[in-house]
């Protein structure tokens, strides 16, 4: 059973950053990409940033470009998401998930692409 736990988020003031952390445990596969999804109150669930097995490609929706990076360490099996220059619309619950690919050199930038999903951390940016 595979278990993705989220941690890092917290309330921050506009302009300030965050770092998100994800651990996965319980896999089965040899290689998985990894993404954040977040949710803001209200609202549909939202693609923020997908990397590969490997490393070498991410991918970042647009409204995070530039503020937001991501990455994982596979030796320790973690995800990470570093963001700065947070804003207001950047409030949501932040989602780590990740799905089996075993070409190694995929990015998922759907969140229904992706089947599994850890428990989501809380983001509050106050203006």
């Known amino acids: 059973q595979v278990q993705l736990v989220e941690s890092g988020g917290g309330l921050v003031q506009a302009g300030g950053s965050l770092r998100l952390s994800c651990e996965a445990s319980?896999?089965?596969?040899?290689?998985?990409?990894m993404g954040w999804v977040r949710r803001a109150p209200g609202k549909e669930r939202e693609f923020v940033a997908a990397i590969t097995w490997s490393g070498a490609s991410t991918y970042y929706a647009v409204s995070v470009k530039g503020r937001f990076t991501i990455s994982r360490d596979k030796a320790k099996n973690m995800v990470y998401l570093q963001m700065n220059s947070l804003n207001s619309e950047d409030t949501a619950v932040y989602y780590c998930a990740d799905e089996e690919d075993h070409s190694g050199t995929y990015y998922f930038a759907r969140p229904y692409e992706y089947d599994y999903w850890g428990q989501g951390t809380q983001v509050t940016v106050s203006s």
């Open positions: 319980g896999r089965t596969c040899s290689s998985y990409a």
